[in-house]
Protein backbone atom coordinates (compact mmCIF):
# COMPACT_ATOMS: atom_id res chain seq x y z
CA UNK A 1 0.00 0.00 0.00
CA UNK A 2 1.55 3.48 -1.13
CA UNK A 3 1.29 6.09 1.60
CA UNK A 4 1.72 10.09 1.54
CA UNK A 5 4.02 11.86 4.11
CA UNK A 6 2.44 15.56 4.52
CA UNK A 7 5.61 17.91 5.81
CA UNK A 8 6.62 21.54 5.73
CA UNK A 9 10.03 23.00 5.99
CA UNK A 10 10.97 19.66 6.54
CA UNK A 11 9.02 18.48 9.42
CA UNK A 12 6.77 15.25 9.22
CA UNK A 13 3.20 16.86 10.27
CA UNK A 14 0.72 14.02 8.96
CA UNK A 15 0.43 10.34 7.33
CA UNK A 16 -1.86 9.13 4.94
CA UNK A 17 -2.42 5.17 3.84
CA UNK A 18 -3.89 5.49 -0.07
CA UNK A 19 -6.29 2.83 0.43
CA UNK A 20 -9.01 4.76 -1.59
CA UNK A 21 -9.94 5.28 -4.75
CA UNK A 22 -10.02 9.14 -4.40
CA UNK A 23 -8.09 11.48 -2.32
CA UNK A 24 -8.79 15.07 -2.48
CA UNK A 25 -5.75 18.15 -1.35
CA UNK A 26 -6.87 21.48 -0.43
CA UNK A 27 -7.72 23.96 1.92
CA UNK A 28 -11.20 23.34 2.95
CA UNK A 29 -12.20 20.78 5.90
CA UNK A 30 -14.12 18.49 3.20
CA UNK A 31 -11.02 17.56 2.21
CA UNK A 32 -9.34 14.35 2.68
CA UNK A 33 -6.26 15.71 3.00
CA UNK A 34 -6.84 19.17 4.26
CA UNK A 35 -3.84 21.94 4.07
CA UNK A 36 -4.65 25.03 6.00
CA UNK A 37 -2.54 27.15 4.55
CA UNK A 38 -3.47 30.08 2.42
CA UNK A 39 -1.43 29.57 -0.61
CA UNK A 40 -3.39 26.28 -1.16
CA UNK A 41 -6.55 26.64 -2.75
CA UNK A 42 -9.64 25.48 -1.45
CA UNK A 43 -9.61 22.11 -3.89
CA UNK A 44 -6.38 22.04 -4.58
CA UNK A 45 -5.34 18.45 -5.98
CA UNK A 46 -7.24 15.49 -6.62
CA UNK A 47 -5.14 11.85 -6.47
CA UNK A 48 -6.94 8.50 -7.90
CA UNK A 49 -5.75 5.02 -7.13
CA UNK A 50 -6.51 2.43 -9.85
CA UNK A 51 -5.34 -0.92 -9.14
CA UNK A 52 -1.82 -0.59 -8.05
CA UNK A 53 -1.23 2.77 -10.30
CA UNK A 54 -2.18 6.51 -8.61
CA UNK A 55 -2.32 9.37 -10.81
CA UNK A 56 -2.21 13.32 -9.64
CA UNK A 57 -4.38 15.72 -11.14
CA UNK A 58 -4.53 19.59 -10.54
CA UNK A 59 -7.41 20.88 -9.67
CA UNK A 60 -7.24 24.54 -11.27
CA UNK A 61 -5.42 25.82 -8.44
CA UNK A 62 -4.41 29.33 -7.92
CA UNK A 63 -0.80 28.62 -7.06
CA UNK A 64 -0.12 24.50 -9.11
CA UNK A 65 1.15 21.73 -8.15
CA UNK A 66 4.28 20.55 -8.77
CA UNK A 67 6.07 17.33 -8.76
CA UNK A 68 9.72 17.02 -7.98
CA UNK A 69 10.09 20.87 -9.01
CA UNK A 70 8.08 20.50 -11.62
CA UNK A 71 4.34 22.47 -12.73
CA UNK A 72 2.05 19.28 -13.66
CA UNK A 73 -1.47 19.47 -14.86
CA UNK A 74 -1.74 15.56 -14.64
CA UNK A 75 0.85 13.08 -13.47
CA UNK A 76 1.65 9.31 -13.21
CA UNK A 77 3.16 9.08 -9.71
CA UNK A 78 6.26 7.26 -8.96
CA UNK A 79 7.68 6.22 -5.83
CA UNK A 80 9.63 8.73 -4.23
CA UNK A 81 8.26 11.75 -6.13
CA UNK A 82 7.72 14.63 -3.86
CA UNK A 83 4.36 16.99 -4.63
CA UNK A 84 4.61 20.33 -3.51
CA UNK A 85 1.31 22.19 -2.67
CA UNK A 86 1.71 25.76 -1.68
CA UNK A 87 4.93 26.10 0.71
CA UNK A 88 3.96 21.75 1.69
CA UNK A 89 5.45 18.60 0.08
CA UNK A 90 3.56 15.06 0.03
CA UNK A 91 5.74 12.44 -0.50
CA UNK A 92 4.28 9.68 -2.50
CA UNK A 93 6.23 6.09 -1.11
CA UNK A 94 5.36 2.47 -0.97
CA UNK A 95 5.09 0.42 2.21
CA UNK A 96 8.56 0.55 2.72
CA UNK A 97 9.73 3.87 2.57
CA UNK A 98 7.14 5.11 4.43
CA UNK A 99 8.70 3.04 7.33
CA UNK A 100 11.92 4.59 6.78
CA UNK A 101 10.92 7.96 7.55
CA UNK A 102 9.10 6.85 10.60
CA UNK A 103 12.75 4.95 11.14
CA UNK A 104 14.26 8.58 9.99
CA UNK A 105 11.77 10.57 12.74
CA UNK A 106 12.26 8.04 15.96
CA UNK A 107 15.29 5.91 15.34
CA UNK A 108 18.48 6.93 16.75
CA UNK A 109 21.73 5.39 14.83
CA UNK A 110 24.50 4.64 16.55
CA UNK A 111 26.82 7.38 14.53
CA UNK A 112 23.96 10.21 16.07
CA UNK A 113 23.49 8.50 19.13
CA UNK A 114 25.22 10.91 22.44
CA UNK A 115 27.31 8.14 23.45
CA UNK A 116 28.50 8.88 26.89
CA UNK A 117 24.55 9.12 28.30
CA UNK A 118 23.84 6.17 26.34
CA UNK A 119 26.58 4.19 28.22
CA UNK A 120 25.29 5.55 30.91
CA UNK A 121 21.85 4.46 30.69
CA UNK A 122 22.93 1.20 29.55
CA UNK A 123 24.62 0.65 32.83
CA UNK A 124 21.45 1.33 34.64
CA UNK A 125 19.98 -0.95 32.99
CA UNK A 126 22.32 -3.53 33.65
CA UNK A 127 21.93 -3.08 37.15
CA UNK A 128 18.28 -3.19 37.17
CA UNK A 129 18.62 -6.80 35.49
CA UNK A 130 22.26 -7.89 36.70
CA UNK A 131 21.80 -11.40 34.09
CA UNK A 132 23.98 -13.94 36.06
CA UNK A 133 23.62 -17.77 35.39
CA UNK A 134 23.28 -19.67 37.81
CA UNK A 135 26.82 -21.10 38.46
CA UNK A 136 27.78 -16.47 38.62
CA UNK A 137 28.66 -16.21 34.73
CA UNK A 138 27.60 -12.99 33.59
CA UNK A 139 25.94 -13.38 29.89
CA UNK A 140 26.33 -10.91 26.91
CA UNK A 141 23.90 -8.04 26.06
CA UNK A 142 22.51 -10.65 23.26
CA UNK A 143 21.26 -12.81 26.16
CA UNK A 144 22.78 -16.63 26.77
CA UNK A 145 19.04 -17.61 27.23
CA UNK A 146 16.14 -17.21 24.24
CA UNK A 147 14.02 -13.58 24.78
CA UNK A 148 10.31 -13.93 23.60
CA UNK A 149 10.17 -11.22 20.14
CA UNK A 150 8.86 -7.78 21.00
CA UNK A 151 7.67 -4.58 18.87
CA UNK A 152 6.95 -1.06 19.41
CA UNK A 153 3.46 -0.39 17.47
CA UNK A 154 2.82 3.58 17.13
CA UNK A 155 -0.27 5.21 19.31
CA UNK A 156 -0.33 8.40 18.30
CA UNK A 157 0.85 11.25 15.83
CA UNK A 158 1.95 11.21 12.48
CA UNK A 159 3.11 7.54 11.82
CA UNK A 160 -0.24 5.83 14.33
CA UNK A 161 0.10 2.09 13.13
CA UNK A 162 3.59 1.88 12.08
CA UNK A 163 5.73 -0.64 13.66
CA UNK A 164 9.55 -1.54 14.83
CA UNK A 165 10.67 -4.71 16.07
CA UNK A 166 13.20 -4.55 18.96
CA UNK A 167 16.05 -7.14 17.36
CA UNK A 168 18.67 -5.59 18.99
CA UNK A 169 20.25 -5.53 22.05
CA UNK A 170 20.08 -1.75 22.29
CA UNK A 171 17.54 0.08 20.45
CA UNK A 172 17.78 4.27 20.82
CA UNK A 173 14.64 5.94 20.24
CA UNK A 174 13.17 9.78 20.84
CA UNK A 175 14.52 13.19 19.40
CA UNK A 176 17.56 14.64 20.28
CA UNK A 177 17.07 17.67 22.31
CA UNK A 178 13.71 17.04 23.39
CA UNK A 179 13.23 13.42 25.16
CA UNK A 180 15.66 10.03 24.63
CA UNK A 181 15.48 6.60 25.99
CA UNK A 182 17.18 3.38 24.88
CA UNK A 183 15.64 0.11 25.01
CA UNK A 184 17.55 -2.90 25.74
CA UNK A 185 17.18 -6.20 25.17
CA UNK A 186 18.57 -8.70 27.89
CA UNK A 187 17.71 -12.29 29.35
CA UNK A 188 15.28 -11.24 32.09
CA UNK A 189 13.20 -9.41 29.19
CA UNK A 190 13.38 -5.94 27.81
CA UNK A 191 14.05 -2.32 29.92
CA UNK A 192 13.68 1.17 28.86
CA UNK A 193 15.82 3.98 30.23
CA UNK A 194 16.15 7.38 30.22
CA UNK A 195 19.21 8.74 28.52
CA UNK A 196 18.56 12.37 27.50
CA UNK A 197 15.78 15.20 27.45
CA UNK A 198 15.45 18.92 26.75
CA UNK A 199 14.90 19.66 30.15
CA UNK A 200 16.17 18.06 33.60
CA UNK A 201 13.21 15.92 34.64
CA UNK A 202 11.09 15.18 31.67
CA UNK A 203 11.23 11.82 31.75
CA UNK A 204 9.48 9.18 29.13
CA UNK A 205 6.21 7.65 30.69
CA UNK A 206 4.94 3.84 30.64
CA UNK A 207 1.88 3.53 31.44
CA UNK A 208 0.99 7.42 32.03
CA UNK A 209 4.09 7.30 34.93
CA UNK A 210 7.60 8.68 34.80
CA UNK A 211 10.15 6.35 34.63
CA UNK A 212 12.69 8.63 36.37
CA UNK A 213 16.50 7.83 36.20
CA UNK A 214 15.99 4.23 36.89
CA UNK A 215 15.53 1.35 34.40
CA UNK A 216 12.16 0.20 34.05
CA UNK A 217 11.38 -3.64 33.06
CA UNK A 218 8.84 -3.63 29.89
CA UNK A 219 5.15 -5.91 29.81
CA UNK A 220 3.55 -7.04 27.70
CA UNK A 221 1.02 -4.10 26.27
CA UNK A 222 2.53 -1.16 28.01
CA UNK A 223 2.21 1.95 26.76
CA UNK A 224 5.56 4.27 26.44
CA UNK A 225 4.99 8.05 25.67
CA UNK A 226 8.35 9.44 24.05
CA UNK A 227 9.06 12.61 22.64
CA UNK A 228 5.57 13.22 21.97
CA UNK A 229 5.04 10.04 20.80
CA UNK A 230 2.89 6.96 22.27
CA UNK A 231 3.93 3.79 21.43
CA UNK A 232 2.62 0.20 22.24
CA UNK A 233 5.33 -2.03 23.57
CA UNK A 234 3.81 -6.48 22.60
CA UNK A 235 5.93 -9.30 23.02
CA UNK A 236 5.21 -11.72 20.08
Known amino acids: ?8 D ?7 NMNKERYTIGRLPDNDIRIDNPAVSGHHSLIIN ?13 NGTYVNGKLIKKHALQHGDVIT ?14 QDEFEKTMVIQPSQRPVDKVQAASAVAEQAAPALSATGTRRSLEGAVAVK ?9 AFAGRELELNK ?10 QVAAITRRSEG ?24 QA ?3 ADNDVIQLAGVKMGFFEN
Open 1 to 8: MARLVLSL
Open 10 to 16: GQVMAEY
Open 50 to 62: ILNDSFLEDLNST
Open 85 to 98: VGHHQLRFAEDDEA
Open 149 to 157: KAKLQVLSG
Open 169 to 178: ALTTLGRPGI
Open 190 to 213: YFIVHVDSGKDGDFPLVNGVPITA
Open 216 to 218: TRL
